[in-house]
């Protein structure tokens, strides 16, 4: 009898172990899970609220409609109004394929809804929701376009950007892909190998190249460990491994200037290895590597080799930007911006203003620095630096007459295939109105030849036409 | 008689309550489908409820919480269906009435006759007659052979053999001694179940596989005395579940779909994640009767009625739900340890732990904390069968509850 | 105006139903203390004095006595107790003004009032020991 009673509550206490496990999960999942599992483009529940609402429009920084929604019958559709143009900065938001950058961080702010459901019961209790706001973009619609065309046919990315304030005039990323059309395309841009769905600005990770020698100049000017005089055979042994120079010759007697003016890899490689791989990380961190970059939309974090068993090799070659380094085209267009404003560098911004059905302004971004990445007088001196490069060195396609323009190019070695070709710069450099990155995927060219023309005709028209 | 009606008011007329509201509100919602029959319905239902509940605690010297407890489960559950589909939630008071009808019935048959510990041999027949039965007749449906339409009246034959299925072990093991002294008479019930198991596994019912299994393993567990044998059993039992996942693909879908739902969401996993994003929209409090959308999630008024009574009352309403179902089973549990009359008490303890493994199985998966399965919530899920089995089972439960004389013979 | 009322009536639910969730579990709690608790105002009952469990048939701890009331072994009577020393009908109880009486019916075995054997009727005092088969039970009148 005894027996049978335990044995029973045993099963009674198994049954009831199962039940409260139950409830547990219930409440794990909805505070944990619920969120996101609610945010999937196949909940249908979003849709529903969303088609009763008009979904704001987007502007650029002039006020020009770049995409907005319009009544289709019963439903609200979204037209695009340029296309390839925006697809990386505006994305889409489609029923069936979901949605995408703007579009998919935005969507409560587009809708005027909150994220939380509670609070929007009683928003709707009060005043029904019906129209969604408006995003008023950093962008500037003619450099965009014109940015886009400059780079037509080849692959890579462009940003060009305010140093001073952090607006993005504009963002490229090619190849791209047509929103308006993406339910026809969606098989071919899902297979196509060269991934139109990237946006490689801010998450195509590139080697730097020789760009990335302005890090190492201010890592060596900051440590006070530039040499005056450094023979350049056009190669360097280090560790037993030849390192050249582009083109093996050699540069002569060089100092700090002269090897930035002429890219000399030798000098820079032996510069990086007497700093050591701990005050080049410094430098390249604060300069945002290895960081996460805050930005409206998500950015990949670029990489500096820092940790682990790391020889002399490795150090030389990050030094010149190779080898472990990987870096975003919008990081390096913030490096040469944090140059351009004394050494402090602004936060990327794409939204301008947020404005109300009614058109009042609920929201507009606010300048901020988010990194001191160096002091004034070092900034200044690699302005100056960077002048010389443009004026007598490898970046002479970048000059514009009556205006000094800072620059720096880079030919990135690309294990998998043709280098890539980098420019970085802004003009002009006393007064930086426009700083900007450019890179051509795999474009078997230097960066001097190939890369710095096209930054010089952006900067030139942004110069020109963009005057707020 | 020590019961006194006044303990048991509280509970029945916040039952009341509960349903007139619930019951407003839906008239509300349908304000322009309505008609005269359905409110005379809507409002018999609760009166009946109400009755019944007043009636019970009068006239019985049992336990009184048990029909309370499934009458406000049933009120939940039939709340949910009637604002999902009008004509479903009219069916639906019609089985809950007959359901009750059933129960006073049962209640009243089974006590007064006596002997049913002695029908061990009539029980399997009939099982393995009903088997046999679903298997020449039986319609397909989603997958499983589940149902025999007979002159236009469709049942669940596994909703009778679940119960013909406890008598028959509870009669085993109260005849044991002379079931004991026959040859292979120890192995006789289980022999039984594996047979039934089997059955089960033709009809591809996995979920009433789950069921039977875990039943019988439970009840075994306790009465057993060849304690090797219950360990033997355990260990086949789970062999033979890891060798299904490896040979039968249907069982290997239904662990992957639990697993990661969304990378079939286009497919099998549909339901599943639409019963997700149900729970997900409904928070804690819900998102008010009438709404959200549950009608989202395919075949909701059967085995997904919970994720809608989570969508539209709330995490909390679901919690409640299976708090009741938690109570439910402990009083069966309790019902069982009072009971002298060794029959009746294998029989209270079959029935509770039915109730408990039913209900879990099916909330577990579809909040996709198990895998999922095709099985009812009982009192809860839409749908006859299920509703007039659960009721039935009650009754006995109901009888189990009072004092029984003890045979001796 | 629908709205409005589901999402007020949405908490009203979540209460209703906790509450009854709660009203039910404080019933089984105190059902689980074993004892039924004796309403204050019925004052008069019969009390088991031997252990439950060293009886081998069914009986309870409190038996109430209204105004007449019938032991026995038989399922007629108002106090069943299945002993078989006790006869079908075996003795009664019966309240005459505000007095209690115990009248053995020609039992086989008798009754004893505080050891004595009930011979016709007897009047029952507050605290008299009633013993009948095998059962010993305490007379209870607080009134």
New interface residues.
Partial sequence: MEK??K??????AG??I??V???V???Y??IF???K??N?S????LW?NEEKILRGSIIDRNGKILAYSELNGETYARVYNYGNLYSHIIGYSYRDYGKSNLELYYNNVLLNTSES??LN?LKN?VEPNSEGNTLKLTIDHHLQEYSRNQMKGKKGAIVAMNPSTGEIYAMVSLPDFNPSTLREDWGNIVEDENSPLLNRAISGLYQPGSTFKVVTAISALENNMYMEDYECTGTAVVDGYPLKDYDGKGHGTVNLNEALIYSCNPYFAETGIKLGIDRLSETAEKFLLNREIPFDLPVKKSLFPKKGNIGKTDVAAASIGQGKVLVTPLNMALIASGIANKGDIMKPVLVKEVISKDGKVIDSFKAEVISRATDIFTANELKNMMVDVVNKGTGKNARISNIRVAGKTGTAENPSGNDHAWFIGFAPADDPKIAIAVILEEEGSTGGQKAAPIARNIMLEALNTINN | MLNRGVNYKIPRNLLFLFESIALFLMFMYYRNALDRSTIIYGLSLIFIIYISNLILSKIVSGDNYIFLIVTMLASIGIIMIYRINYEQGFKQIIWISLGIVLFFATYFIVKRIKGWEKLFLYYCLASVFLFLATLLLGRRFKGAINWISIGGISFQPTEIIKILAILMIASYYTNYDRFKEKKWGRYYLIGIMYLFVFFLFLQRDLGSVLIFCSLFLALQYIYDENRKLVLANIVVLMFSGLLGYVIFPHVRIRFETWINPWEYIDTIGYQITQSLFAISEGGFFGTGLGLGHPDFIPEVSKDFIFSAICEEMGILTGIGVIMLFMILVYRGFKISINQRNKFFRIVALGISILFGIQSFIIFGGVINMIPLTGITIPFVSYGGSSMLSSFIALGILQVASEELDIEED | MFNILSLVFKYVFIVIIYMFIFSIIKLIYLDIKGIRPIPADSGTYLKLINRKDTLPFKVKEYYPLEDNVFLGRGNDNEIVIKDPYISKKHLRIVKDEDEYFLEDLKSANGTYVNGDRVMDVVKLNNGDRISVGQVEFLFVNKE
């Fill in positions: 049978e009673i044995r029973i509550i045993t099963v009674l049954i009831c199962l039940f496990s139950l409830v999960y219930l409440t999942f909805q899970k619920a969120d599992v609610k999937s196949y909940n249908k529940r529903i459901a509670a019961e209790l």
